[in-house]
């Protein structure tokens, strides 16, 4: 076999191994950005049906507005109403943003910067939000007694057994709370470990 032919045969075969090489990076990179978004699609859902409730219980408070006749249950109700809209959709816009991190468009370092800077976004909203949802629930409470029963929650006395299940009720909703906190922070940490992957 003459030189020429050698060089000849060597060069078609590095371009079929580069070709070769460029499909499987990009095979690696497809399903890494399907197991990627996988991770958020079961939180997103279940969100999305969280939302829905909510702006149903937006519109029910709405169209009962009137029933709030005091200038502090008709605040508390728009701060109720203002809650049930705007907290959804920032969680949701949140976790549309970390879910779609385009992986292939950008290189490992841009990915991981792009993806720590929308998983702080994500987990920021998820804090404030339990924060905010013991303050919803106290806000809520005066507004639900006034339409359910046309009865205002600060003019009525409340029973001992009302007095008991506070506590009870907000201790459960600090568990619920952090457990919700947690499945956020596992549900980022295991996509970020999907994406560390690429590193090698």
């Keep these: 076999m003459k030189l020429e032919e050698m060089k000849s045969l060597w060069t078609e075969m590095s371009l079929k191994l580069e070709s070769q090489k460029s499909l499987t990076d990009k095979l690696i990179l497809e399903m890494t950005q399907e197991r990627y978004v996988n991770k958020f699609s079961k939180i997103q859902m279940y969100e999305s ?8 219980a937006a519109f029910f408070i709405v169209i009962n507005i009137g029933k709030l006749d005091t200038w502090y249950l008709l605040t508390f109700g728009i701060i109720t109403i203002a809650f049930l809209i705007l907290m959804p959709i920032l969680v949701l ?49 005066p507004v639900s007694s006034k339409i359910l029963n046309n009865k205002d929650f600060f003019a009525i006395e409340h029973s001992t057994k009302f007095w008991i299940g506070m506590p009870l009720f907000f201790a459960g909703l600090f568990f619920f709370a952090r457990w919700g906190y947690r499945s956020y922070q596992n549900i980022t940490n295991s996509a970020e470990n999907i994406l560390k992957e690429l590193e090698n």
């Design 93 to 141: 816009r949140s976790i549309k943003s970390i879910k779609h991190l385009n992986i292939a468009s950008n290189n490992y370092k841009e990915t991981i910067m792009s993806f720590a800077k929308a998983k702080k976004k994500l987990l920021t909203f998820q804090r404030v939000g339990i924060y905010l949802s013991f303050l919803f629930a106290l806000v809520i409470m």
């Design 49 to 56: 049906i969280g939302a829905l409730i909510c702006f149903i």
